[in-house]
Nanobody
Framework: QVQLVESGGGLVQAGGSLRLSCAASGRSIGASAMGWFRQAPGKEREFVGALNWSGGRLTYADSVKGRFTVSRDNAKNTVLLQMNSLKPEDTAVYYC????????????????????WGQGTQVTVSP
């Protein structure tokens, strides 16, 4: 059974930075595609960023491109989301996710392509 646990959320002023972590158990992060999503109140869950199983391909939502970076720490079996130049519209609960297998078949931006989800961590950006 794969379990994902996010941490690192909090309250930050606009322009600040946060780094989210997603610790995985039951799967080696080094050989798995992983994704980050977020959900603001009253809105649908939206894609933030993803890396493919080899880590060689990164995909980002246009809204975070150039500000957010997805990476992984294989030694700690953790996926990271570095968020810089945060804006109030980045306020949401952030989730990490993993597909049922090692790879995402199809569009990695689609939430339905992921099977395992963490519990989420709240990020609040004040003006």
């Amino acid at each position: 059974q794969v379990q994902l646990v996010e941490s690192g959320g909090g309250l930050v002023q606009a322009g600040g930075s946060l780094r989210l972590s997603c610790a995985a158990s039951g799967r080696s992060i080094g050989a798995s595609a992983m994704g980050w999503f977020r959900q603001a109140p009253g809105k649908e869950r939206e894609f933030v960023g993803a890396l493919n199983w080899s880590g060689g391909r990164l995909t980002y939502a246009d809204s975070v491109k150039g500000r957010f970076t997805v990476s992984r720490d294989n030694a700690k079996n953790t996926v990271l989301l570095q968020m810089n130049s945060l804006k109030p519209e980045d306020t949401a609960v952030y989730y990490c996710a993993a597909p049922l297998g090692a790879v995402v078949v199809g569009d990695p931006k689609e939430p339905k392509k992921y099977y395992y989800w963490g519990q989420g961590t709240q990020v609040t950006v004040s003006p």
